[in-house]
């Protein structure tokens, strides 16, 4: 853009073509930066023409758009997938998380859920759904541990929960959700990363994501994890007749 908003859309075209490809990005913190673009190396495999790697204003970039929404309308916004290698440390403990879960005892009428507490990147409590006596969840009991172990201590602050399973916002046998425990110690969390959300099998409408965000508490899926996440939450329930999910799923193509 020129002086007054003046522009040419074709200039501006054939650079922003460039970018990522010819050109790496630029910024004016870091106008000289090296950055992604064509490598020209191929893969042995596809024959696509690999990219070199990312740099700072590459970066920077994708944090700028990994998640925005808008100011005025609730009911607008954009979030990306985190990238892999972002993630690496997070994949770690959600497997932990999923090991945590395969503990659970199945059942028909509840989830398997694990749950892994985090400080500075080290575990301070684990837990799983059933783990204690009673209906209990897997962020109950992990809560419940460390402060058995830790009588009198409060959580450091800067926590981050991983679950397989994000937090309930709402029990049907009346016990406090796992979503309030978590806001009732919301300064000593950061993040709350999650596996899977909650189907709507039993509770509908969980209101985690929102009460978290709107609470300073981030929010975050972790990508790879939907598909395991949710085969051990349903691990011992009844699955739907085949006649019945066959004609169910002939109907859905008229």
């Given at each position: 853009m020129g002086k007054n908003g003046d522009f040419i859309i074709e200039e501006i075209q054939e650079k922003l073509h460039k970018i990522g490809k010819t050109?790496?990005?630029?910024?004016?913190?870091?106008?000289?930066?090296?950055?992604?673009?064509?490598?020209?190396?191929?893969?042995?495999?596809?024959?696509?023409?690999l990219y070199s790697d990312p740099g700072v204003n590459d970066l920077e970039l994708y944090l700028h758009a990994f998640k925005y929404?808008?100011?005025?309308?609730?009911?607008?916004?954009?979030?990306?997938?985190?990238?892999?290698?972002?993630?690496?440390?997070?994949?770690?403990?959600?497997?932990?998380?999923?090991?945590?879960a395969n503990k659970c005892v199945p059942m028909d009428n509840a989830f398997c859920v694990g749950c892994v507490i985090t400080h500075n990147g080290?575990?301070?409590s684990t837990g799983y759904t059933r783990e204690l006596e009673g209906n209990t969840h897997a962020e109950q009991n992990a809560l419940a541990k460390y402060f058995d172990?830790?009588?009198?201590?409060?959580?450091?602050?800067?926590?981050?929960?991983?679950?397989?399973?994000?937090?309930?916002?709402?029990?049907?046998?009346?016990?406090m959700p796992c979503l309030?425990?978590?806001?009732?110690?919301?300064?000593?969390?950061?993040?709350?990363?999650?596996?899977?959300?909650?189907?709507?099998?039993?509770?509908?409408?969980?209101?985690?994501?929102d009460q978290l965000t709107s609470n300073g508490v981030s929010y975050l899926k972790v990508p790879g994890f939907q598909e395991k996440s949710m085969e051990v939450a349903k691990r011992g329930h009844k699955k739907p007749d085949v006649e019945v999910s066959a004609e169910t799923e002939r109907n859905d193509k008229q």
């Open positions: 050109d790496p990005a630029t910024s004016w913190l870091h106008p000289d930066g090296s950055g992604e673009i064509m490598s020209g190396k191929f893969c042995d495999t596809c024959k696509a023409e929404e808008s100011s005025t309308d609730k009911g607008w916004g954009y979030e990306t997938e985190l990238p892999y290698w972002a993630i690496e440390q997070q994949t770690k403990m959600m497997d932990l998380a999923l090991e945590q080290k575990v301070i172990a830790h009588p009198g201590e409060e959580l450091p602050t800067g926590c981050e929960l991983y679950t397989t399973m994000e937090p309930c916002s709402f029990r049907l046998s009346g016990n309030n425990r978590i806001l009732d110690l919301k300064k000593h969390f950061t993040t709350v990363y999650v596996g899977v959300m909650e189907p709507g099998d039993f509770v509908q409408n969980n209101v985690s994501y």
